[in-house]
C-alpha cells in the first residue's frame, strides 16, 4: 500500500493574509512540499497538469525529474497527465526520460481534463474529448512496448516507423494509472490493459464510485491479469488534521470556504458528511480514511490532497508532519491486518521488471548507428531481429 | 385492483400558504379522485422545493446533491406521473423552479405524464407556462399533458379554473394508466443518450458493444477509406 499526496498546481490567494504567492514562490514551495512527502515518510507525490493561470503546473516532468533527483524513495506521479491535448508521442518520450532520471521511480495518471478551453490551445476539440483519450492511449501503450510503431488513427497525424525514444527503462513501460470518475470507457481501457484505475475521491456519491471501481475490477479479472481483488486502484482523498476535531476545523474553514473546488456552495460539515473530505483530530481522519476500504475493497494507492487553496506552506508542511508522523503509520498497520491475502502489492519499478524477466537481466536497448530513418529495413536497435522490417501505413 | 400509482408534486411555491401549492393540492386531490373512481389508487409524495431550497448552490455549483435533493430524485425516479407547479415572478418561472430542474439528469424524467402549473398575480404571465415551463420540459422530454393550468388571482374565483384542473387530472390519469413512460424504458431506452449514472443513478447499463468501448480495447473507430481495406499494407 502506498500512501501519498497529490497536488493541482493552483496558485490562490490565502484567503488569512490577503497574499497570493507568486508562481516563483509556489514553484518553489511544491518542491519543498514534495521533498518534506518523503521526508515524513510518504511513498509518492503527484503533480497536476494545467494550461491556464492560476495553475503552474504546465510540465510535469520538468517538476518531477528535479523532485526525482532531491529525494531517495519517493515515486513521483501525477495527477493527471492529460492524454487528451499532449501529444501522446511527446508523452510517450517525456515520461520515458522521467523514468530513467529517476532511476524508475515514477509512474503516470492519465486524464481528461474538463477544462473546456485548452483543447482548442492545443488544435483539439472537447466533444471528442473520450474517444480521443482512448486513441491516445492505445498509441501511447504500443509506443512503450514497440521499438518501431506503424499507426493511423483518427486525430493524429500517421506514424511510419517511429521509435519514441529512449525505449523504457530496463525496456519495462512507466505503470500506468487511467484516472476517471464518471466515465465505463476508461476503466474498461485500464482493466483491458491491465493498468491501474484511479478516482478522484473527492466528491461522491459513493454508490457511484463503487460500480465504476466494481466494473473495472471485474474487467480486469475478464481480460485475465488477475483476479477481481488484484486489480490495481488508486484512491484520492482529503483532509487536514488537527491536534483536535475543533482546532483542525477552524484553521481549515477559512480555506474551505474560499476553495474554488467547492464552488462556495455546501458547507464545510455538510461536505465532510457527504463526502470523503475529512477535517478533524488525526483519529478522526484514520477514521474516515479506513471507511475507504471497507467501501471501495483493497487498494493499493491513497493520494491526499493537502496543499490547495491558498493554504500557506508552512501549514501544507505542518499538515505532512500529521499526516506522514501520525496518520499514515496508523492505516499501514491498520490496512495491513485488513488486507485480504490476495490482493495485489502497489506496483513499483522493482515489481514490474521482476514480473517481465523474473530473475533474468533486463534488456538494455543499444541503438544501431543513425541511418537517418527507421521507416526501411529493421529495428534500430542491435538486439532486435533484423528480419522484422518496418512498412509503411496506408494513408 | 391494480398496482397503485405514484404521483410527484414538486411545488415551488414559497410563500404559506402559497397559491402555487393550492393549485398543485387541487390538481393532485383531483387526480387521486379520478384514481380512486377508476379503481386505481394513487399515492402521493409532494416536494416542496422551498425544502431544496439550502441544497440547491451546492447542486447548481458542483453538482453536489444534499439529502433532501437525493430523496426529491429518489422520488421522480419512482413517480408515474407529476404536477409541476411554480410561481410566476417578473414575466418568468420562478428561478428555484428551473434551477431545480436544469441540475437533474438530462433522462430522468423521459416520458413520464407531467402537467405543468402555474399562479400569478396578473392574468398576462398567462403564457409563461406554455412558453417557458412546456419548453423545458420537452427538453426533459417529458410526456406533458394537454391542458396546462394557470392561476392569475382572478382565477381563483371563477369556476373555470376547476374545470382547467379536471381536464388536467384527466389527462394525467390516463398517461399515467398508459404505462407510456415504463414502456418507453423497457423498449428505447438505449436510443436516448445517458450518461453512467444518469437517471438518478438508475443508468448502470454498460454497452461494451459501443464504438468507444471498441476504441478502449485497441480498436479504432476509424472508418476505412475505399481501397485501403483494414490492415491492408
Known amino acids: 500500500m502506498q500512501f501519498g499526496i497529490m497536488s493541482v498546481s493552483d496558485i ?3 484567503p488569512i493574509s490577503g497574499v497570493t504567492p507568486t508562481e516563483a514562490e509556489r514553484i518553489a514551495n511544491i518542491v519543498a512540499i514534495a521533498v518534506k512527502a518523503e521526508e515524513v515518510g510518504l511513498d509518492a507525490f503527484a503533480i497536476g497538469e494545467h494550461h491556464n493561470p492560476p495553475f503552474f503546473s504546465s510540465s510535469p516532468t520538468t517538476l518531477l525529474a528535479h523532485v526525482a533527483a532531491l529525494t531517495e524513495r519517493l515515486i513521483v506521479t501525477t495527477s493527471t497527465t492529460l492524454i487528451t491535448t499532449n501529444d501522446p508521442v511527446r508523452i510517450a518520450e517525456e515520461y520515458a526520460m522521467l523514468q530513467h532520471l529517476s532511476g524508475g521511480r515514477m509512474d503516470l495518471m492519465l486524464g481528461r481534463g474538463n477544462t473546456a478551453p485548452v483543447y482548442p490551445w492545443f488544435g483539439q476539440d472537447i466533444r471528442q474529448g473520450l474517444p480521443l483519450a482512448l486513441e491516445n492511449y492505445n498509441l501511447l501503450h504500443r509506443l512503450w512496448r514497440e ?8 486525430f493524429r497525424t500517421p506514424l511510419q516507423g517511429f521509435t519514441s525514444v529512449p525505449r523504457p527503462l530496463d525496456d519495462v513501460p512507466p505503470f500506468v494509472w487511467h484516472g476517471s470518475i464518471r466515465t465505463p470507457e476508461i476503466a474498461e481501457q485500464a482493466a483491458f490493459y491491465g493498468n491501474g484505475y ?3 475521491n473527492i466528491f461522491w456519491p459513493k454508490d457511484h464510485y463503487k460500480r465504476l471501481i466494481d466494473f473495472y475490477r471485474q474487467r480486469f479479472e475478464h481480460y485475465g491479469h488477475g483476479t477481481a481483488k488484484q486489480a490495481i486502484v488508486g484512491l484520492g482523498g482529503q483532509a487536514f488534521i488537527g491536534k483536535t476535531s475543533q482546532e483542525a476545523k477552524a484553521q481549515f474553514r477559512p480555506y474551505f470556504d474560499e476553495a474554488p473546488v467547492y464552488g462556495h456552495g455546501p458547507t464545510m460539515e455538510e461536505f465532510s458528511q457527504t463526502t470523503p473530505l475529512s477535517v478533524g483530530s488525526v483519529q ?8 475507504f476500504q471497507e467501501t471501495f475493497g483493497d487498494y493499493q494507492r491513497q493520494l491526499f490532497l493537502v496543499d490547495h487553496a491558498g493554504m500557506p506552506v508552512g501549514m501544507v508542511l505542518d499538515q505532512l508532519e500529521l499526516l506522514g508522523g501520525e496518520v499514515v503509520p496508523v492505516l499501514r498497520r491498520e490496512l495491513d491486518k485488513r488486507r485480504d491475502p490476495e490482493a495485489a502489492e502497489a506496483p513499483t519499478h522493482a515489481s514490474l521488471v521482476k514480473a517481465k524477466y523474473g530473475g533474468a537481466e533486463p534488456r538494455q536497448p543499444r541503438p544501431n548507428a543513425n541511418r537517418g530513418d527507421n521507416v526501411t529495413g529493421s529495428s534500430p536497435y542491435q538486439d532486435s531481429d533484423a528480419e522484422v522490417t518496418a512498412s509503411y501505413p496506408a494513408l | 385492483m391494480t398496482a397503485s400509482l405514484s404521483l410527484v408534486v414538486v411545488n415551488a411555491g414559497v410563500s404559506d400558504p402559497s397559491s402555487t401549492k393550492l393549485l398543485a393540492d387541487r390538481a393532485s386531490a383531483r387526480v387521486r379522485a379520478l384514481g380512486q373512481a377508476r379503481g386505481r389508487e394513487i399515492t402521493t409524495t409532494t416536494i416542496d422545493l422551498r425544502d431544496v ?8 455549483a458542483s453538482q453536489h446533491f444534499g439529502e433532501r435533493f437525493t430523496r426529491a430524485i429518489a422520488a421522480l425516479v419512482d413517480a ?3 404536477i409541476a407547479a411554480a410561481p410566476v415572478y417578473k414575466a418568468g418561472v420562478s428561478g428555484l423552479f428551473t434551477s431545480f430542474f436544469q441540475v437533474l439528469d438530462n433522462d430522468l424524467l423521459i416520458g413520464k405524464p407531467t402537467v405543468l402549473a402555474a399562479t400569478a398575480g396578473t392574468a398576462r404571465h398567462a403564457l409563461v407556462v406554455d412558453e417557458e415551463m412546456r419548453s423545458l420540459f420537452a427538453y426533459l422530454r417529458t410526456l406533458t399533458v394537454p391542458t396546462s393550468l394557470f392561476a392569475a388571482t382572478e382565477d381563483w374565483r371563477d369556476k373555470a379554473l376547476m374545470g382547467r384542473i379536471d ?3 384527466l389527462e394525467l390519469v390516463l398517461l399515467m394508466e398508459s404505462g407510456f413512460a415504463k414502456a418507453v424504458r423497457d423498449e428505447s431506452w438505449q436510443h436516448y443518450p445517458h450518461e453512467f449514472g444518469s437517471a438518478g443513478g438508475t443508468q448502470t447499463g454498460i454497452d461494451l458493444e459501443s464504438d468507444l468501448m471498441r476504441l478502449a ?9 475505399p481501397g485501403h481495406p483494414e490492415g491492408a499494407p
Open chain 1, 284 to 291: 478522526e481522519v484514520i477514521d474516515k480514511t479506513l471507511t
Open chain 2, 53 to 60: 431550497l439550502p441544497e440547491l448552490p451546492a447542486a447548481l
Open chain 1, 12 to 14: 490562490t490567494r490565502d
Open chain 2, 167 to 169: 381536464r388536467a387530472a
Open chain 1, 198 to 200: 484511479f478516482a478522484n
Open chain 1, 147 to 154: 521499438d518501431v510503431v506503424d499507426w493511423e488513427g483518427s
Open chain 2, 217 to 225: 480495447t485497441g480498436g479504432s473507430t476509424r472508418t476505412n477509406k
Open chain 2, 80 to 82: 408515474d406521473g407529476i
